[in-house]
């Protein structure tokens, strides 16, 4: 099976920085695409940043000009660094990834377990 584990949350200031990883586990998979998302107290799950089949990044509207998306496809890993951190930040990140197997008969969506960022003001 595939697990995704995710890590660098924490306590951070206002403008202060963050860089989330997150790693895929399993035998023989291929990750097709990777994304970060984040789900706040009492609001719904959004996209952060995510990396195409093609490796292009994409950011939502909070993350422009201040979070960065990489990934390394070889490694099954996934990194989002966050940069100038506000208190609108807070919220539980999950990492998200489709991945394929020559085994299954079509590519399939793993989350991670979530970690948890926290910026005060």
């Known amino acids: 099976q595939v697990q995704l584990v995710e890590s660098g949350g924490g306590l951070v200031q206002a403008g202060g920085s963050l860089r989330l990883s997150c790693t895929a586990s399993?035998?023989?998979?291929?990750?097709?695409?990777m994304g970060w998302y984040r789900q706040a107290p009492g609001k719904q799950r959004n996209v952060v940043a995510s990396?195409?089949?093609?490796?292009?990044?994409e950011y939502g509207d909070s993350a422009k000009g201040r979070f960065t998306i990489s990934g390394d496809n070889a490694k099954k890993t996934v990194y989002l660094q966050m940069n100038n951190l506000q208190p609108e930040d807070t919220a539980i990140y999950y990492c998200?990834?489709?991945?394929?197997?020559?085994?299954?008969?079509?590519?399939?969506?793993?989350w991670g377990q979530g970690t948890e960022v926290t910026v005060s003001s």
């Open positions: 399993g035998s023989a998979i291929t990750v097709i695409a």
């Open positions: 998200r990834m489709i991945v394929t197997k020559n085994t299954w008969i079509a590519p399939s969506i793993f």
């Open positions: 990396l195409t089949s093609s490796g292009m990044p």
